[in-house]
């Protein structure tokens, strides 16, 4: 089989986008149960992950939005 140089390129791209399994994906994949202290760890790791911000930037940007609106309504 022929490969062409761009379809060589898209795919060593392919790969270097390719990120590993975590454990939790692995063991859901093989359609085995995860063992209670891995699946302990893994739990906490996650829980440990920096929390939602609950859209403070989106609140930010609206904000923003919001006050440039106003000046421009108070010049006309």
């Not at 062409?4 to 149960?33: G, H, I, S, W």
């Not at 829980?47 to 930010?60: F, I, L, M, T, V």
């Amino acid at each position: 089989m022929t490969v062409t140089n761009k379809e060589a390129k898209k795919f060593e791209k392919m790969l270097e986008d390719m990120k590993p399994m975590t454990k939790e994906e692995e063991y859901r994949n093989a359609d085995v149960p995860m063992p209670e202290d891995e699946f302990i760890k893994a739990k906490e790791a996650a829980d440990n992950e920096q929390d939602y911000q609950g859209g403070g930037a989106y609140r930010a940007f609206l904000n923003l939005f919001y006050k440039n609106k106003r000046d421009e309504d108070d010049k006309k």
